[in-house]
């Protein structure tokens, strides 16, 4: 049978006991459970936050397959946040999920961000909008991250910061376009910098990432951080 100290018990040298209870009352909303999200939400689960809230209103697909964790043969048709939160629950008990199967939008403010942190893991730049504008409401620190081929970038908007607009400016209607390639080993890697961003924010640890942000290029190895 688990208990919590053999849980972390590898954390625990990288985190201190103190960090490590720290971590597990937090709660954390991660927006969007498909490619970034399903990493995201393992790795917070995994490392300690002992709270989620899970918003996606997709389901998976052949597509998927390429790049998001729980997509497979037999979670094809199933929600996205549905499967990372049972996911969740077989990984140990310290973590207590609660997901919405719709989009964020649709669930009111105090009964779905009643956390710590978001975490922006969407790929519709009008939804990133909106997301922003609802942690400024709320105060809430978001952590952003986007993918594009060997491409991705990462970035912390604390509250009263501008860092999606920054990132997205408004320039007439958006076009709707093809989806952008996606590969596997950027997704992982850009998921994992946003779950190092968050226990980094939840525990009161500065970050590099404050106020700017960090472009990414696997082909050529390049790891630049912006707008500081």
Known sequence: MQNFADSFARNLGALTSRQQVELQQKRVAVIGCGGLGGYVIEELARVGIGHLVLFDP???????????LNALGTTLGQNKAAVAAARCRTIHPWCTVQFFATDFRTVPEQEGFAVDIAVDCLDDIAARRDLSALCTRRHLPLVHGAVNGWHGQ??????????????????????PAPPPPVLSFTVALVASLQAAEVVKSVLGLRSPLEHGWMHIDLKEGEFLINGV
């Open 58 to 68: 997709d389901v998976f697909s052949p597509s998927n397959c390429n790049r998001q």
């Open 154 to 175: 990462v970035g912390v908007q604390l509250p009263g910061d501008d860092l999606i607009a920054r990132l997205y400016p408004r320039r007439g209607p958006i076009q």
